[in-house]
């Protein structure tokens, strides 16, 4: 089964609008595999005819099943390991230098998926704490996906996904088992407030953070989406303020409202004499 | 090129294991109990081992404590990879020496960040 070109088109603009992930002609057996599963669940006959459905009577709730359909959420526990070193080693003594130690600070994860980032930054302060840091710190986690979200809030995850990146001891430490899956502990749960953000949406409600993970997710945007939340994301941070990226991603060539931070993969820091253009 | 030996009573696991470990650029040597594995050790520590926990002769935990104890044993980073997948038995193996610990079924991606926790990688 194929998807005509009107159909491809129809969900490319929809999904672009929406959640800013730019589909290009090459992906269009994403939308087989991706969409196939969701028809037959929810009981249309096929993908064309959901299409359909999602076309002519505009239904939100299967435009945004489709959405959520076709975006990655691909994640793990610590992943790629530096950007939790560099808040140990090198955010949180600058802005202790900046704002004074034991300062209170605001973190963000700004597409959580399905919350392995943020809890692996409550982790990070936990052992940071433990090593007798004075850490005070508010996590905001948020997504576009009601159902990741829901997952977050939970914090149950499969003994597959605590075996990948996760430490022994921190599931010793900070997870239960609960039947084959293990939960996040209260404590730590306690810890992160989830919300539904869309980043293409306003988000300066907010308010302003000291640390910004926006990682591996504008990755799935166009130049000027990039641009404009790297952007919006900046008038949010504090002048002291840092950015995580993902592996593949980059301020540069983007915008200057973010430098790169040397020798630190991943990592750059709130230009502070850059200012918003009217 | 560093040495692991792969402990466990199914030849079916083992096999997987060198595979997956080989692809990791290790060398591979094999045991099919605790008392084996311990013979090996006793000859020459390798630089890892993948230990499973039920086995005949001499089950994994009491292989790894009696390998604590010899001359050279606590240089092996040993990664236990069992079926025995709750609190106790995890908390258990940790207090006798292990460094890691992989919850059955594994796979190559499971191994490797396992592998990397502990600086084998
Ligand atoms: C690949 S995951 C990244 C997860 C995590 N940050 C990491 O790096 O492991 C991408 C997430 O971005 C979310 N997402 C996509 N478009 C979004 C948007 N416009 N606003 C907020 N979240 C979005 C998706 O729902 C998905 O959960």
Redesign the pocket.
Same mark, same amino acid.
């Given at each position: 089964m194929t998807i005509s070109t009107v159909d491809f088109d129809f969900v490319a603009r929809e999904v672009k609008e =929406? !959640? %800013? @992930?730019v589909l290009t002609p090459d992906k269009g057996y994403l939308l087989d595999t991706r969409l196939g599963p969701l028809a037959r669940k929810d009981g249309f006959a096929s993908v064309e005819e959901m299409l359909r459905t999602a076309r002519v009577r505009r239904d939100e709730r299967v435009l945004a099943a489709i959405v &959520?359909a076709l975006?990655? /959420?691909?994640?793990?526990f610590f =992943?790629d390991k530096i950007p939790f070193e560099s808040v140990r080693e090198h955010i949180v003594p600058k802005l202790f230098a900046a704002k004074g130690k034991g300062a209170r600070i605001r973190a963000w994860?700004?597409?959580? !998926? *399905?919350g392995?980032?943020p809890y692996s930054l409550a982790m990070t302060f936990e052992e940071m704490r433990a090593a007798g840091q004075p850490i005070e710190a508010e996590i905001i986690a *948020? &997504? #576009? !996906?009601d159902r990741?979200l829901e997952k977050c809030r939970a914090g149950l995850y499969s003994q597959f996904e605590v075996q990948r990146g996760l430490p022994i001891t921190h599931l010793m430490k900070y997870f239960s088992k609960q039947g084959e899956s293990w939960r996040v502990n209260d404590r730590l749960r306690a810890q992160i407030e989830f919300r539904r953000?869309? #980043? @293409?949406e306003q988000f300066n409600t907010l308010g302003m953070f000291d640390i910004v993970?926006? =990682? /591996?997710?504008l990755i799935?945007f166009d130049a000027d989406a990039k641009k404009r939340t790297l952007e919006r994301i900046a008038a949010q941070s504090h002048p002291h303020g840092f950015l995580l990226m %993902?592996g593949a991603e980059s301020t540069l060539g983007v915008t200057d409202a973010f430098q790169p931070t040397p020798d630190r993969r991943g990592l750059y820091a709130r230009n502070a004499a850059w200012r918003k253009a009217a | 090129m560093k040495q692991c030996l792969v402990v466990d009573d199914s030849r079916v696991i083992r096999k997987v294991a060198r595979r997956i470990l080989e692809e990791l650029a290790f060398e591979i040597d094999e045991a099919a109990d605790g008392q084996e594995a311990l013979n090996r050790c006793k000859k020459s520590m390798p630089d890892a081992i993948l230990l499973d926990w039920n086995m005949p002769v001499m089950n994994g935990i009491d292989f790894l404590r009696r390998l604590r104890n010899e001359p050279g044993g606590t240089i092996p980073i040993v990664v236990f990879c069992t079926t025995e997948n709750d609190l106790e038995h995890i908390s258990e193996a940790m207090l006798a020496g292990a460094n890691e610990y992989v919850m059955k079924p594994f796979d190559g991606d499971i191994i490797q960040a396992k592998f990397m926790e502990v600086g084998l990688l």
């Open positions: =929406r !959640s %800013g @992930l &959520d975006s990655t /959420n691909e994640t793990f =992943r994860c700004a597409a959580c !998926s *399905t392995q980032e *948020t &997504d #576009l !996906s990741v953000v869309n #980043l @293409l993970f926006c =990682r /591996n997710v799935y %993902g | -």
